[in-house]
């Protein structure tokens, strides 16, 4: 579907509920009967008066031109009722609520995917302001995309203030990458499942390690980020339970220079998305990618031959 394409409401049917957030908020699978296109669909309770509303509506239209391949395209809002209903590209795994990622690669994957996707947002002047499991969505195809809502339905203030740090609009965006990357370690290699994170005080979630980044100098190198972790961020890794310390894959020195990288209290020193993209943290899954080209171009090579 094109971005100048429009849907009617009356035209789509439900098909099933991807997922019901903490919040309330629910994500559907929808499928237009004319077209047969199948559609996500996010349901928000409307508490917005009519210049809200038309605020949306003007910042929809404007979201519905970003083309990225990390970001969720959207096509369309519908006001019906007391709700708010905004369609997008399908994505059949939904978001990342409640993922279990295992291995530190699909992370590295993820926050690859989600930075590329900031980018290009930040260098047309966008901030997305409410980066978090909750508006990422992932494929079948393993692709992994941003929902940007517009400032009007993002649930989250500008820039949340109070948590040890200092940000600006674009820098808040970084902040929140590396507190989403944390989240979805600590979920996934930990086995805890701390679901306040992703009630109405998100800011909750950066309490997990602020004394790592609380840094009383700046740093001075990568190598240094990662010399002297504070010891409650130790602990949070050293002491799970016996029958699950022994599961537990310990953090790659890169993923947490990554982390540093994206949450630094240091605004100066906090990398953009267009420099993060370039982190070692991604170096084996460049590799990796590097490798399945070279394995398609041999089988390609002994097909010609043959």
């Given at each position: 579907?094109?971005?100048?394409?429009?849907?009617?409401?009356?035209?789509?049917?439900?098909?099933?509920?991807?997922?019901?957030?903490?919040?309330?908020?629910?994500?559907?699978?929808?499928?237009?009967?004319?077209?047969?296109?199948?559609?996500?669909?996010k349901e928000f309770s409307s508490h917005y008066d009519s210049n809200s509303r038309a605020e949306i509506s003007r910042e929809i239209q404007i979201v519905k031109q970003l083309d990225h391949p990390n970001l969720v395209k959207c096509y369309e809002v519908f006001f019906v009722g007391d709700m708010i209903y905004l369609?997008?590209?399908?994505m059949d795994r939904g978001s990342l609520?409640?993922?279990?990622?295992?291995?530190?690669?699909?992370?590295?994957?993820?926050?690859?995917?989600?930075l590329l996707g900031l980018a290009y947002l930040h260098e047309n002047r966008i901030s997305h302001n409410d980066v978090r499991p909750s508006n990422i969505f992932v494929n079948s195809m393993?692709?992994?995309?941003?929902?940007?809502?517009?400032?009007s339905l993002s649930?989250?203030?500008?820039?949340?203030?109070?948590?040890?740090?200092?940000?600006?609009?674009f820098s808040w965006d970084l902040w929140n990458v590396g507190s989403s990357i944390l989240k979805l370690f600590k979920d996934s290699y930990l086995g805890f499942r701390d679901r306040d994170i992703e009630k109405a005080n998100y800011a909750k979630g950066f309490n997990l390690v602020p004394s790592f980044f609380?840094?009383?100098?700046?740093?001075?190198?990568?190598?240094?980020?990662?010399?002297?972790?504070s010891h409650s961020l130790e602990a949070q890794v050293q002491e799970p339970s016996h029958s699950l310390e022994a599961q537990v894959q310990k953090p790659s020195t890169e993923l947490w220079t990554f982390l540093a990288c994206c949450m630094h209290t240091d605004l100066s020193q906090r990398w953009t998305a267009k420099e993060l993209v370039g982190h070692p943290f991604f170096i084996q899954l460049h590799l990796r990618t590097l490798e399945k080209v070279i394995k398609l171009?041999?089988?390609?090579?002994?097909f010609v031959v043959q």
């Open positions: 579907m094109e971005a100048n394409e429009s849907v009617n409401f009356t035209d789509l049917s439900l098909k099933a509920l991807i997922k019901e957030e903490e919040s309330g908020e629910r994500v559907y699978e929808v499928v237009n009967r004319v077209t047969g296109a199948t559609y996500g669909m369609l997008f590209e399908h609520v409640g993922a279990d990622i295992r291995s530190e690669s699909a992370l590295a994957s993820v926050a690859y995917q989600v393993e692709e992994v995309k941003v929902l940007y809502l517009g400032r649930k989250t203030p500008l820039v949340v203030s109070g948590i040890g740090a200092i940000h600006d609009e609380e840094m009383p100098e700046p740093f001075h190198s990568l190598e240094a980020q990662v010399q002297e972790p171009l041999s089988t390609l090579v002994q």
